[in-house]
């Protein structure tokens, strides 16, 4: 069985209606216990920004299985420097946003071996960063013409305008 914790807190995984959420304790017994380490990894990494520091242990063969990296803390002044580098905007959706409010943004995502460094580090607004998560920017913007696309289809499909307007876009990508 593999369970999810930091050493001290476990982790309790629902899912429902396909619905999930996650909540801690303290007593392993509680812990949700799963039959094969993929599922845990799973939730590892959707809920990995309440997850930072936790990993999957494995407790037949006693030893950890995935862990999520220790992020690193940034001090105001980096804050203000990645604020400021994206002129107080989101840098995937452009919205203004204030400093307390932004969310650090690894452009290569840890997951996928980029680095905990300034350089990989970008301010994006809350929904932009849940939307992105674990995917490469490129595979962003190509995940959102698709979204858009297929939306407006569903809607606009038979309109010429949007003929038109979808031939354009598909010429861009
Ligand atoms: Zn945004």
Redesign the pocket.
């Known amino acids: 069985m593999h369970i999810i914790t930091n050493g001290e807190n476990y982790v309790i995984y629902h899912e429902s209606d396909s619905k999930f959420s996650i909540d801690f304790t303290e007593s392993k017994a509680e812990a949700t216990r799963f039959p094969k380490a993929y599922p845990a990894i799973g939730v590892m990494k959707r809920f990995k920004n309440k997850l930072y520091g936790y990993y999957v242990y494995d407790e037949c063969r006693k030893k950890p299985e995935y862990e999520n990296r220790a992020r690193m803390m940034l001090s105001y002044e980096q804050r203000l420097e990645i604020y400021n580098r994206a002129n107080g905007k989101?840098v995937?959706?452009g919205?203004e946003i204030k400093i307390n409010k932004m969310t650090i943004d690894h452009i290569i995502p840890l997951s996928m071996g980029g680095a905990d460094e300034m350089s990989n580090i970008q301010c994006?607004?809350w929904?932009?960063n849940q939307f992105k998560s674990n995917i490469l920017p490129e595979q962003f913007e190509k995940k959102i013409a698709d979204i858009f696309t297929y939306q407006t289809d569903k809607k606009h499909g038979k309109e010429l305008r949007w003929k038109i307007a979808k031939k354009l876009l598909q010429g861009i990508r």
């Open positions: 989101c995937l959706c919205k994006t607004c929904a932009c």
